[in-house]
């Protein structure tokens, strides 16, 4: 399974940014895709993860009606838009993909992952 993660970049606090997640290989039919983010000297911290093929949606509390997951069946691709973003949303971004079940903020849950998409906001 491979994970492409894109779309970060150097923004202002209040602007909005698209990432995207592209994944391959991936045969199971129920599975989860998640986004998590790593800034400078702290631990990665849950973003937001969406289910295959429901559709639902979880998000850690910090991007909680700032953030949208959403997925594209048909590219096998995973989006998450950022509004409203604040200096303390610069990170490095990471897709992984786990198997459905269980808590989807767990890090070690994930089984695959992309490199990651560094996403900057400026205050």
């Known amino acids: 399974v491979q994970l492409q993660a894109s779309g970060g970049g150097l923004v202002q606090a209040g602007d909005s940014l698209e990432l995207s997640c592209t994944m391959s290989?991936?045969?199971?039919?129920?599975?989860?895709v998640g986004w998590f983010r790593q800034a400078p000297g702290k631990e990665r911290e849950f973003v937001a993860a969406i289910t295959w093929p429901i559709g639902a949606s979880y998000y850690g509390d910090s991007v909680k009606g700032r953030f949208t997951i959403s997925k594209d069946n048909a590219k096998n691709t995973v989006s998450l838009i950022m509004n409203s973003l604040k200096p303390e949303d610069t990170a490095i971004y990471y897709c992984?993909?786990?198997?459905?079940?269980?808590?989807?903020?767990?890090?070690?849950?994930?089984?695959?992952w992309g490199q990651g998409t560094q996403v900057t906001v400026s205050s």
């Open positions: 290989g991936r045969t199971s039919r129920d599975y989860a």
């Open positions: 992984a993909s786990r198997s459905s079940g269980g808590s989807m903020d767990y890090v070690r849950a994930y089984e695959y």
